[in-house]
């Protein structure tokens, strides 16, 4: 059922499969709001009075600011606040204890996350690209639900060091950030398998990652890189590696050890 909101957004509450204590799906229903370019400047008053949304879509507005009370809304799962014009988000978005699914941030104006935010260890995908960020919050590894996590085209100097403590994470995209290294911590990402490292200021491949068994996928294009290592060719699960667009020469014997065990150099 769909049903349109006074402020131009729609109502729509959908059948959804929940998993049992026996293992079976039963069905269920799911409440969502949704106000895709609604024109907003400000969140709807009426969104208040859904205390059970789990689904709240707010992209494509002009959105300067939310409210505190968003931390009221406990049931919500999914939040999409991306591509308006934040400058902040409330502490209060720590109080969202059932967001398991998608937390949209990206193409905003924000300068700092707040250490509440770390808060979720349910949310499974978290997107604050798009932002003049600086740096993310050192209690980072806190979320340890993450999955995905992107962190593109911010002002990244350098990551916190519990990063390493995202043990579910398997993608991490990091492209056209200001990044020289990464910590340490990160070579216990067993699960990492798609790193995104375009258009940073490396100079070498950071050490971090010899140790990552799952990683498929490495793009390094557009950064300074004057040598390889050779220990990307003990990569076990490696099956890409982009390298264009930077100062350096793979050594043939590099190249045929990738290539012997099914990786793919672009250069």
Known sequence: MIATTSAGGSVSVRPC?????????????????????????????????????????????????????????????????????????????????SLDRFLYLHDNRLTRLPASLTRLDRLAYLNVGENPLAELPETLGRMRGLVELRAQHNRLATLPSSTGELTAVRELWLRGNQLTTLPRSMGTLLDLRELELRENRFTEVPDALRALPALRRLDLRGNALTELPGWLAELPALEKLDLRWNPVTVPASLRTALTEHGCVVLD
């Open 17 to 97: 499969e929940v998993p049992t204590p026996a293992g079976e799906a039963a069905v269920s229903s799911e409440l969502s709001l949704s106000y895709w370019r609604a024109g907003l400047t400000s969140v709807p008053e009426e969104v208040w009075r859904h205390r059970d949304v789990e689904v709240l879509l707010l992209p494509d507005n002009a959105l300067t600011e939310v409210p505190s009370r968003i931390g009221s809304l406990r049931g919500l799962r999914t939040l999409d606040l991306g591509h308006n014009r934040l400058t902040a988000v409330p502490d209060a978005l720590g109080d969202l204890v």
